[in-house]
């Protein structure tokens, strides 16, 4: 009995950690969504979080690089949403409305209603 009811703990600890690690909670206002309007410099598709990095001036014009974030559903899930490695390219131009970071850091999470990333021609993404 004692072995079963430390097995249980330790799966509950390990579940927590695990939620903890992969959860959002705190770090991007869901709240908000802000728009910001910049430049492809790198799209690193890859697991456990692919991250789009956007060169974009922030509200007084000086270059920042953005570090967009989509959720935590990871390449599987993008893939089936028809992202691929080939998706953005460096140097095209997009407009992204996304959750900001609530650290005020220039990132913000691509995951939600609302949010979405569109191409200089109008079209959405992927």
């Not at 249980?8 to 959860?23: D, E, L, R, S």
């Not at 949403?81 to 997009?94: H, I």
Request: proline share 6%; net charge positive.
């Amino acid at each position: 009995m004692k072995r079963a009811a430390l097995a249980g703990a330790i799966v509950v600890c390990a579940a927590v950690a695990v939620a903890a690690h992969h959860g959002q909670v705190g770090l991007f206002d869901d709240g908000r969504i802000v728009e910001v309007k910049g430049t492809v410099k790198q799209w690193n598709f890859v697991n456990p979080h692919p991250i789009l990095v956007l060169e974009a001036p922030d509200e007084k014009g000086i270059r920042k690089e953005w570090d967009i974030y989509f959720g935590p559903g990871a390449v599987p899930s993008l893939r089936r949403q028809g992202f691929s490695a080939d998706t953005f390219k460096a140097g095209e131009v997009l407009v992204i409305k996304g959750h900001p970071a609530t650290s005020g850091a220039p990132g913000m999470d691509v995951l939600g209603k609302g949010t979405g990333v569109t191409r200089a021609d109008g079209r959405s993404a992927p």
